[in-house]
């Protein structure tokens, strides 16, 4: 039978007399026997709970027992003790805190007290599955290597998304130095445009979810997108609660360019395939076109003012003709190469386009101050040119003015300027321009024109570029095409 007196020296909590208790501290020598009173304070530390905890006798007997456990678990183990009033009896993992501060796991025997109402007989015993000290820094030295020697970025998080580790791949991926990212945002290196996924992968990882081989995106620190595949793991401690997380990011912007150039050139020969099947529809009702222009001029006299007009749609239809047969397979021949004026050509694309110039209200700003002839395909700078004055105009809903300039560039060639002061086109935009396929202007736009204007410049030694703004006093788009002179 055990009993409690009040007088124990310098404290003013009740201590537990009880003949058996040195007995069963000198039993449980490598264990630590702890015994509390109603209250929660301790009324029983043993030898082995010294050397477990490294508070002596003096300094626990009559504190709060709780100050052994972690803040996190207050709740829980005050649920376990209540549980314990009802004859229940507990043997768990817990995690515990030595003087140090430092956590430890432990396996954890509750009881109530015989006879004495609230009391409880703790016995904690560290469990035998903890490597020693040696063995765990050891291990710990050998993971720390193989993070570091990683390939792949791996970096960890706690469940607010601050860094907790950056290993070396990380910085290389990313461009960060460890002392730049760890206690900071993992949304530092999230697009804006993403950063709801990152809220999405935190609620995943407090759900115990791993996320395996997810393709994303994530930002550098010059500013620059790299594609990157990532597996998150949730991070557990001793008692397999979730305190964070575990990232392994891989870079496949190489593996996703190869697949984009894949799909492309899919694209094309699924367009190659497509135009040779239509070639034939097409090019029939052209000779038709053909036919009744020429029977029509047949039957006018010579002095009819509808002749030239029916001679410029002759030529125009004889040139669609000529483009769908290149453009389709059914011949590559670029056309022989010849003297042109640029100034002329651009003329007579002008002369072409004058209707819907007039009807979309665009007025043209010219000056050719080109002298010297370059050697080219008349077909296919009348193709580039016209391409480029429809894009205009069509920049330009409500109307405005086009300008277009050419200049000898110091005897090398011939450079034309042609100006638009419509919508513009936007920055994120502006590197797609020359994909194929490509197009701003919706179901409207094909998203060929300015490729094919950069092949057909390519073949001849010229060259393209585009600058555009879609605000500000210098609002609308430049194109700038560059002839050379023949070698």
Partial sequence: MCKFRTDSPGKNSPVLECNLLPVL?????????????????????????????????????????????????HAKEGELLQSLAHGATHHYEAARLNKDGRRMSVLASLSAVPGEAGSVASVLRRERTVPSSANKDEAVSRLAAIVESSDDAIVSKNLDGTVTSWNQAACRLFGYGPEEMIGQPILKIIPDDLTSEEVEILRKIRAGTRIDHYETRRLRKDGETVEVSITISPIRDGLGKIIGSSKIARDISQRKKMERHLLQSEKLAAAGVMAANLAHEINNPLDSVMNLIYLARQHLSAGSKARPYLAIAESEVERVSHLARQAMGYYRDPGAAADVHVGALLEEVLRVQQSKLLAANVAADCTFEDRRPVTASGEELMQVFSNLVTNAVEAMPGGGLLTIRTREVEGAGIEVLVKDRGIGIRTEDMGRVFEPFFTTKGAGGTGIGLWAAQQLLKERGGRISIESKTDGAQKGTTVSVFLPFKG
Avoid: K, N, Q
């Fill in 25 to 73: 501290s000198r039993l449980c020598e490598e264990d630590a026997l702890i015994v509390t009173d109603p209250s929660g304070g301790v009324a029983f530390w043993s030898e082995g709970a010294t050397r477990m905890f490294g508070y002596s006798a003096e300094e626990m007997m009559g504190c709060p027992f709780s100050r052994t456990v972690p803040l996190e678990f």
